[in-house]
């Protein structure tokens, strides 16, 4: 079930239930990949609530991997990436961490990306978007 509005009373907090409605319309494809969130005005009017609740909400969803920002542009849905699959090869290991600037901008991510450092026993290390890869064991 979607939520469609925010209350004030509730212990989850505010941002956090704006979050939901818009997880919910991006879920049920009212919003679709690619389209531009409402202005933080409108959404600040639309559910009651303060900008900086709509700020944070966005950053969440952003962190999340479901929206980005445009500098100029507004918020968009971020479109659906395809995995490809990644060996983790005997004798190496997998960090989860959020990348370095040098990273993000080589990999060009989005803000809230993780990525996925994979090391060999000898110290090499390859750096692979979390939302683009998923790890399969190989002997």
């Known amino acids: 079930m979607i939520i469609v509005s925010v209350d004030p009373r509730s212990d989850r907090?505010?941002?956090?239930?704006?979050?939901?409605i818009l997880r919910g319309l991006i879920a049920d494809g009212t919003i679709v990949?690619?389209?531009l969130l409402p202005s933080e005005k409108q959404l600040a009017d639309t559910y009651g609530v303060g900008r900086d609740a709509v700020r944070q909400a966005i950053?969440?969803?952003?962190?999340?991997?479901l929206a980005r920002t445009i500098r100029g542009e507004g918020t968009q849905v971020?479109?659906?990436?395809?995995?490809?699959p990644v060996p983790l090869l005997?004798?190496?290991h997998a960090i989860a961490r959020m990348p370095t600037?040098?990273?993000?901008?080589?990999?060009?991510?989005d803000e809230g990306v993780p990525v996925i450092a994979i090391r060999t026993s000898k110290g090499h290390e390859d750096i692979h978007p979390a939302d683009t890869v998923y790890l399969v064991a190989k002997d």
């Not at 971020?78 to 490809?84: H, K, L, S």
């Not at 600037?101 to 991510?109: I, N």
Request: glycine share 8%; aromatic share 2%.
């Open 101 to 109: 600037e040098h990273e993000r901008a080589e990999l060009d991510l």
């Open 13 to 20: 907090a505010v941002y956090r239930q704006v979050a939901d």
């Open 59 to 65: 950053g969440l969803l952003r962190a999340e991997g």
């Open 78 to 84: 971020r479109q659906p990436v395809e995995r490809r």
């Open 90 to 92: 005997p004798r190496t």
């Open 33 to 35: 990949p690619g389209a």
